[in-house]
Structures are given as C-alpha cells and as structure tokens.
C-alpha cells in the first residue's frame, strides 16, 4: 500500500480556495487517490476520487500530475462548514470500498 | 434507505467484560469493514469482509472478533474488553469505488 504524506493542519478564511496537496511517491499502476472529508463526531464521507489529471465534481477538483506521485484537492471558497479533516488514501481500485488505511489527515480550519 | 447503522451509539464496560458492536447496511454492499479512531488519530482498520462468509483481519485486530453470516450484518465482539480499547468505532459498507461510514459507536473501559 502507497503511503501518503499530508500536511498536519491548515488554516483558511472564508470565500478562500483552499489547495491541500498530499504525496504518494510510492504508488502502484493500479492505485486510485481517493479523498475522504471527516466532521467531529462522524464518519468519514467520500470526497472526490482519481487516477489522473483533473476530476471535478460539485464538491472539489483532484488535480493528479502525470508522474501521479502527489495529489492535490482544491476546495473552491471555503465556508465555515468545510471546517473538518481531510484524508488522502491511495490503493487498488478494485478495494477502494474496504480495507482502506487512513493516515492523519489534515486539519482544515476556516476562520470569518 | 438508512445506509449504515451502528449500535449502540455510546457505551461503558468493564475491564474483563465482552460485547457485540452491531453494525447493518441496507444498500447491498458486498464490502463491509471495521475501523478504530483514538483522539487525534487517523482511522485503523480492524477487521473487514469482502462477502458473506470471508473475514479478514486488518492493522489493528487483536481482541476483536467478526464473522459475516449475512450481507446485512457485520457485528464486531471484544472478547475481553481492555481500557486500550477506549475508542470510536467505526463500521462502513462499500461498492468498489467508496465507502459509506455509519455514525459510529463510543466505546469507554473502564
């Protein structure tokens, strides 16, 4: 399994674009990046998922350059409410509904 | 649909004493897993099921047990539970491309 490094915290304000880039240099011709988002006192909830180049959907985009050795989603002007922990998970396409190993995440915060 | 229901959604044991975290899914996911989450922590990965019947086991799966008889259902049981075992637990269903993570469970040992 690819590890991933994120930084630890992030700091933003509101109507900000907000870019957390996570690294992967060890990942597989089979890996997908897949970005969860985590509220306190929840679940994880599916963000956005890519191989590479660009994905966007109502929530984000996944920017993945061509050597796919880091990631970086782009929260388009944050709001308050996207105050909350992002995690970057790399692996097989094929497991990407089970077995999925979390780092630490980043930390977003986003101040008025 | 309820998606991924987890109970109880808080719970105290004693040191010693055992218990069956229950965890259902309602979308007909064939994937279904188990994860922990200590204060400040990314989540572990426990046990996890690709189908009813096959169990595996994850990062983290001492003193947890599973067994996947159905679907539906993929209680996880602490055979003897221990303060190290103070945790959110989470459980999630998933298709290939992602995973759906119930409420989860607070687990204090005292």
């Known amino acids: 399994l690819a590890k991933t490094t994120q930084p630890i915290s992030m700091d933003s304000y509101e109507g900000q674009e907000v870019n957390i880039t996570c690294s992967h240099n060890?990942?597989?011709?089979?890996?997908?990046i897949t970005w969860y988002q985590q509220f306190p006192s929840q679940g994880p909830r599916f963000i956005i998922q890519?191989?590479?180049t660009k994905v966007t959907n109502e929530v984000a985009s996944l920017f993945i350059p061509a050597d796919r050795k880091s990631s970086t989603l782009s929260l388009p002007r944050v709001s308050l409410s996207d105050t909350a922990v992002y995690y970057c998970?790399?692996?097989?396409?094929?497991?990407?509904?089970?077995?999925?190993?979390f780092g630490k995440g980043t930390t977003l915060s986003v101040s008025s | 649909n309820a998606g991924v229901t987890q109970t109880p959604k808080f719970q105290v044991l004693k040191t010693g004493q055992s218990m069956t975290l229950q965890c259902a899914q309602d979308m007909n996911h064939e994937y279904m897993s188990w994860y922990r989450q200590d204060p400040g922590m990314g989540l572990r990965l426990i046990h996890y099921?690709?189908?009813?019947?096959?169990?595996d086991q994850g990062e983290v799966p001492n003193g947890y047990n599973v067994s996947r008889s159905t679907t539906e259902d993929f209680p996880l049981r602490l055979l003897s539970a221990a303060p190290s075992q103070t945790s959110v637990y989470f459980c999630a269903s998933g298709r290939d491309t992602e995973a759906f993570f119930g409420q989860g469970t607070r687990l204090t040992v005292v």
């Open positions: 890519g191989y590479k």
């Open positions: 060890n990942i597989a011709t089979n890996d997908y």
């Open positions: 099921s690709v189908g009813a019947g096959i169990t």
């Open positions: 998970l790399v692996g097989d396409i094929r497991q990407a509904g089970t077995a999925l190993i």
